[in-house]
């Protein structure tokens, strides 16, 4: 009985871990309030006043920078559904001509599920890449995005190759996805950061944007179908939805399944600033909706894109508090270094901060490194906020292009799904080396007790007083009484037979 005890509650620990233990080790963080920028370094960024939100992930990120303003859960690795098909149109976009005619084959609508969302494609059907990209993005077909992949490349298998690598080539570390339309698989899961990133990529594409921004769309006639109308289905476009409009969103990507649960990709763009936001796991679906318009105003309204280097110069600055020009000065037989700073570098401040009040601090080196000279930190009531190299060279400012963002960043990347899951294992077989150090102890603790009790129900007495000896005293005395009265009976039955012997040959003589 113990040992089955053991084994189920050792089973019950495993399941427990299995189920509660978190994939990614990046869980929401405490609430923060940085006063100035928030960026992807800090994990689980929640400022003091940022608004409740129903969605168990979420992420905002400017879309030029890089800068992440908001995220919740942002690394966790959750089921995508339909925002998957972001990553299905980007590389569709990139690897494929919208005026490409596309031919549905059977293979493509024997993996349809049946039920799920589908604009009606048969084997055979030939319609463009634009009309298909319209159908997935619009009214989410999940047989336009498996035409799309087979299309691209040669099967949906191939096709999850390119997207995974394409999602590493972004920065992507938490995603593993098996199928461009995102319906349900266990191995096929992303996080509000990965998407991020995509929908970043995505977005630098006019064709990403017009398809995502149309509220409506006609397929034309087909060889096998009549013209269809589509309509887009993310409500915060739509002007006459007076609960969940949003007019700064420039579109989005909605997604669900009963095990995904509502999920949702949007753009919005207000006063030159533009962001990707990605809420998951919602419920109800709406929840979605009101979750990004309230995270949207509060990164619109409580930040501010700081560019602290605009028209700044060296040549501008007090020679008595540069340490750059003043070591130069003592020796005018030489021409003055030439020194350069990134005057676009920008970071983000909350936005009672004012850009006068933000501090800098320069830092040379006494010998250049690859024509890094120094740097300058940025600083605002003791509180970092960013820096920047100064070089010796004209340094490249980068396009607003999120592939070149992502390649220059300098944050910490997540740790590698493979060191997640030795720590995993790790942290499991030290609790079941305990879990067994303990059932040993408790083994041996038992043992100790029933021997004691078993030694206090014996009685002892000494052998005179033991009754069991007297019983079996009494018991041989009779036995040998019996004896000696048995053989003095026989005894006096053979002197009688001698007797009656001798008195019978006395008379026969006579």
Not at 27 to 56: C, K, L, R, V, W
Not at 80 to 99: D, F, H, Q, R, Y
Not at 104 to 124: F, N, T, W
Not at 412 to 439: C, D, F, G, S, T
Request: aromatic share 10%; with cysteine.
């Amino acid at each position: 009985m113990f040992k089955r005890k053991l084994s189920f509650f050792i089973i019950l620990i495993i399941i427990v871990n299995i189920c509660f233990y978190p994939i990614d080790v990046n869980a929401e963080g405490s609430a923060i309030d940085i006063a100035g920028n928030a960026s992807a370094g800090d994990a689980g960024f929640i400022p003091a006043d940022a608004p409740a939100i129903n969605a168990q992930a979420a992420i905002v990120m400017d879309l030029d920078t890089g800068d992440v303003l908001y995220e919740k859960n942002a690394h966790q690795q959750l089921y995508p559904a339909s925002i998957t098909k972001v990553m299905t149109c980007l590389l569709a976009v990139e690897n494929g001509n919208v005026n490409d005619v596309i031919t549905v084959s059977d293979s493509v609508m024997e993996q349809v599920e049946k039920g799920s969302s589908a604009i009606g494609l048969q084997s055979g059907e030939q319609l463009t890449l634009k009309d298909a990209l319209y159908g997935m993005m619009l009214n989410s077909g999940n047989e336009c995005a498996l035409a799309i992949a087979e299309h691209i490349a040669g099967s949906t298998g191939a096709f999850s190759i390119m997207m995974n690598d394409r999602a590493r080539e972004l920065g992507c570390t938490d995603s593993n996805f098996v199928n461009p339309n995102g319906l349900q698989d266990q191995n096929h899961y992303t996080s509000c950061y990965d998407m991020a990133l995509i929908g970043c990529a995505a977005y630098q594409y006019p064709e990403f944007k017009t398809l995502i921004s149309s509220q409506a769309y006609t397929i034309p006639e087909t060889n096998l179908n009549e013209e269809r109308p589509l309509w887009q289905e993310n409500r915060l476009i739509y002007s006459g939805n007076k609960d969940y409009y949003y007019q700064y969103c420039t579109g989005g990507k909605t997604g669900y399944t009963e095990t995904a649960l509502a999920t949702l990709i949007s753009f919005a763009e207000r006063d030159g600033r533009r962001l990707v936001t990605v809420v998951m796991r919602c419920n109800p679906t709406t929840e979605s909706y009101s979750d990004t318009i309230k995270l949207d105003e509060f990164c619109f309204t409580k930040y501010h894109l700081c560019k602290p280097l605009i028209d700044y110069s060296f040549s501008s600055m007090n020679i008595d508090n540069s340490i750059v020009l003043a070591n130069y000065y003592d020796d005018l037989n030489h021409e003055l270094p030439k020194y350069y700073v990134n005057q676009s570098y920008s970071f983000y401040v909350r936005s009672f901060i004012n850009d006068a009040d933000i501090e800098k601090n320069i830092d040379v080196y006494k010998v250049p490194e690859n024509g890094v000279a120094g740097k300058i930190s940025f600083s605002y009531q003791g509180q970092a906020l960013g820096e920047t190299d100064i070089t010796m060279t004209v340094p490249v400012v980068m396009a607003s292009s999120t592939d070149a963002i992502v390649a220059e960043k300098n944050t910490p990347k997540p740790e590698p799904q493979i060191v997640k899951i030795a720590k995993r294992v790790i942290v499991l077989l030290l609790v079941l080396i305990v879990l067994l150090l303990i059932v040993i102890i408790v083994a041996k603790i038992r043992k100790k007790i029933q021997y004691y009790n078993s030694k206090r129900r014996v009685r002892y007495f000494p052998r005179s007083r033991d009754p069991r000896l007297k019983e079996n005293k009494e018991r041989l005395e009779k036995e040998r009484l019996e004896k000696e009265k048995l053989e003095k009976e026989k005894q006096e039955q053979e002197l009688k037979q001698q007797e009656e012997t001798v008195e019978e040959e006395g008379n026969v003589e006579e």
